[in-house]
């Protein structure tokens, strides 16, 4: 299999400019993500025409001319489950990856298995097997073994080829639009993950009054701080359930928060004052800048309902040709429930009401809410057995 090595910035830069002609351009990375703050990059593969390459990140010192090629409009970029991707070109760049097919969310548009791994996709649209072995691997360590290399070039190879037999499909089905409109969406929510504050997420934080909250967001805030200057997991630097008691307890003597069981480890020695001084900011929080308790979740206006129209999900996706759960799950239909019978000032429309999901679901499911739309029985072979029918 013959590729390029790319191990110099001036290389790299070479090789985009000799790329950039090219209609689409097919890639996968390497990384670890396992001891540090943010995903390292260890290995980029490239397919683009007739030239297979492999740009090593170890050795190239900045890697932003090849991610401004992709974030650079013009051309299609081939991709499978591309979220470290799309969080790779963001950091890099501050944009999106343009024109982005990501052959996993291409496969759910057709009724393939969703997530499906890129091996199983490469052995339905190609016939072909990959070699395995090396996914759990250090890809930072170098040389890299010829294994590595192999694993590593394989999972660009067919990506071309998957493409044509997945667009032709989309195509086929008119979903081009849709499948646009979830890329959008898929990479403005690694966005989202990458710039917002996501304290919200700490586990545990649920039942706190919005003052405990604020000092779940101070600390929040400082183990984020403290881990990017170690580059560090952020729950390596403080643990959740640390956050939420020192939250609950609200005090701010260095005493008492040495006193909780896991604090008094050795590496919060130098760190009681600062997170004393994280609690005492929240004290100090005016009222009206608290956060607001996240809205409980309503009561379902009807169980069996929500049961009945959550198990419709798959039959409206199969009739549809469509992966269920790339169309949605119980808590979109109890959302979308709550908002058509028990609304309430301030409801966002909910996600099976919004673009193509509003158009094949919820459409489906305000005219059964009507009484539109019957059910029947239509293969009691499948899988999925049901259909809805007009009355």
Not at 37 to 56: E, N, S
Request: hydrophobic share 40%; glycine share 6%; proline share 5%.
């Amino acid at each position: 299999m013959q590729y390029d090595t790319i191990n110099t910035v001036d290389q790299l830069e070479q090789f985009c400019e000799e790329i950039a002609d090219c209609s689409l351009i097919a890639f996968d990375t390497e990384f670890v993500s396992e001891d540090s703050y943010r995903p390292q990059l260890c290995l980029i593969q490239v397919a683009a025409g007739d030239r297979l390459a492999l740009i090593d990140p170890v050795h190239v010192e900045r890697t932003e001319a090849f991610w401004e090629l992709l974030a650079e409009p013009g051309r299609t970029i081939v991709a499978h489950a591309a979220r470290e991707e799309s969080r790779f070109c963001y950091r890099f760049t501050g944009k999106p990856i343009a024109g982005l097919f990501d052959t996993q969310l291409a496969a759910g548009f057709v009724g393939m298995e969703f997530p499906a791994s890129l091996g199983t996709l490469v052995q339905r649209l190609t016939n072909k097997t990959l070699p395995k072995g090396e996914t759990r691997t250090n890809w930072m360590r170098r040389p890299l073994t010829r294994d590595q290399i192999t694993y590593a070039l394989h999972d660009v190879t067919d990506l071309v080829e998957m493409h044509g037999k997945l667009a032709k499909m989309v195509e086929k089905l008119d979903r081009e639009q849709w499948l646009i409109e979830e890329t959008e969406l898929f990479q403005q929510k690694v966005i989202d993950a990458e710039t917002r504050e996501n304290w919200r997420r700490v586990s545990g934080s649920s039942g706190l009054n919005a003052r405990q909250l604020e000092s779940v967001r101070q600390l929040w805030l400082w183990r984020e701080n403290r881990a990017q200057e170690l580059d560090r997991l952020p729950r390596r630097v403080l643990r959740d359930d640390l956050i939420v008691e020192l939250a609950r307890r609200g005090s701010t003597d260095v005493r008492k928060i040495k006193s909780i069981r896991g604090m008094e480890r050795r590496g919060f020695h130098d760190h009681y004052v600062d997170i004393a001084a994280a609690i005492q900011t929240a004290i100090e929080t005016p009222e009206d800048e608290l956060p607001r308790r996240p809205r409980g979740s309503r009561r379902v206006v009807s169980p069996m309902l929500s049961q009945f129209l959550s198990t419709s999900i798959a039959c409206i996706s199969r009739q549809h040709k469509l992966a269920p759960p790339i169309v949605g799950n119980a808590d979109d239909v109890r959302e979308l429930l709550g908002y058509e019978l028990d609304r309430r000032n301030g409801d966002p429309t909910p996600s099976l009401l919004k673009g193509w999901r509003g158009e094949i679901v919820g459409k489906t499911f305000r005219r059964l809410l009507g009484g539109e739309l019957a059910i029947r029985v239509a293969d009691v072979k499948e899988s999925q057995p049901l259909e809805f029918i007009e009355p």
